[in-house]
């Protein structure tokens, strides 16, 4: 931590040149996760006011697009009234940090997930509501003002794309296993009709929404974030419910979401299917590969074994849906199991 703290001074002395004997304090280690180290600090400067900030470190082969994409998205929305942390500086090099970072204001609040967990029935609905307003609220902003050439986006964002995509990234990583998921997705996509394009979060749970004192909310961890049909948004917080939560929760999300969108949600279970090939395809790969082949830190396969539960259940919900399961999928949670990772 000496050693951060030291790099990070030396980063904040150029960016706030402008502040009087700008200086680090309060160092801390914020979050754990599978892609990024998040860290909190506080800046003194003489005859300034403190300031609480995020910095944000990106490990993996696309630390540097993932960087760049997060600022840039959250710079984007932000000037567009979404609520999002105000960014602040972002360098994609590892030079000075040792690994591309995002700095940006902290937002003093606490997850609606941990919110969520110790309200009574009526606080629940209050809070699920206010979550999906957020969401409908995001696929609803016009991204075509966000990128220089509109008809190229639109062209290259569509499922068939999607799904070509998907199995050329199967093939190269050697796993045939996840082809008859794609075989299956392939057969049924010409029933999905094209839906509304949209910006997308693409991980967009309650531990990614914070509320701040007041009850406002505000949205963090855009690394992924992009562009694309709003159900694949949909479907992956509606998986992320499932498997970490309850099916419960899940179908009130759907329902939420639903009762608030001014356009129909059709097909989500198609897009189920989809979110569940993402999930244990990134998992698979990293277990094979290595953690940083998916833009993760190399301590995540270490994380996804205590989060072996929870991926069981995205497992099981993917044989439900299709009649398909994935055997390197089964084996590694069964090794895991004999291990002890799953409860």
Known sequence: MNELHGRLQEVCAAIFAHKANARVVDLRQLTDGWETEVYAFSLEADAAPREDLILRMYPGHDAHDKSEREFTTLQQLYKSGYPVPRVIALNRDSEAMGKPYVIMELIDGQPLGAVLLQADESGQQKLVRQFCELFVQLHLIDWRPLVPDVARVEREHTLENWLADARNKAREACMPDFDPIVDWLEVRAAQIHTSRMSVLHRDFHPYNVLLR??????????????????????AWALLLAYAHASPALR?????????????????????????????????AVSIQ???????????????????????ASVHELLVDRTGIAIPLIENTLAEWSMEGSIQ
């Open 213 to 234: 004192e007041d009850g406002h909310a505000v949205v963090i961890d855009w690394g992924a974030a992009g562009l694309g049909d709003f159900r694949f948004d949909l």
């Open 251 to 283: 179908d009130q999300i759907l329902a939420e979401y639903t009762r608030n969108a001014p356009y129909a949600v059709e097909h989500i279970a198609y897009f189920e299917v989809i979110a569940c090939l993402r999930r244990l395809f990134d998992i």
């Open 289 to 311: 590969e290595g953690a940083a082949a998916r833009g993760m830190r190399p301590e995540a396969v270490e994380l996804m074994k205590q989060d072996a539960g929870p991926i």
